[in-house]
């Protein structure tokens, strides 16, 4: 019986979702941890297994007074793959 030696395995790659610190630009990267809160340790961000999913809560909208807009977290934000 041969085995091929070159099997190549994949896997699901993790996302997260990352962005400039809005409240303090000197600290760098931010990473969201989920019920809207975000983080600068990169080990408290939420991992989600597809794609799709840290895409909706990437176009996360608000609307107040009638005026819908995205937060600016989330407007400068991007989806990353591990």
Do not use: C
């Not at 989600?48 to 007074?65: F, G, I, W």
């Not at 009638?66 to 989330?74: D, E, L, N």
């Amino acid at each position: 019986m041969l085995l091929n030696n070159h099997v190549e395995i994949y896997k699901k790659m993790p996302f997260h979702i990352k962005t400039n610190s809005v409240m303090n630009p000197t600290i760098g990267d931010v990473y969201y941890k989920g019920d809207n809160t975000w983080s600068e340790t990169y080990a408290d961000r939420k991992v989600y297994t597809n794609q799709s999913d840290a895409d909706a809560v990437k176009a996360t909208t608000v609307t107040k007074n009638g005026v819908t807009y995205a937060p600016k977290h989330f407007a400068n934000s991007t989806v990353v793959s591990e």
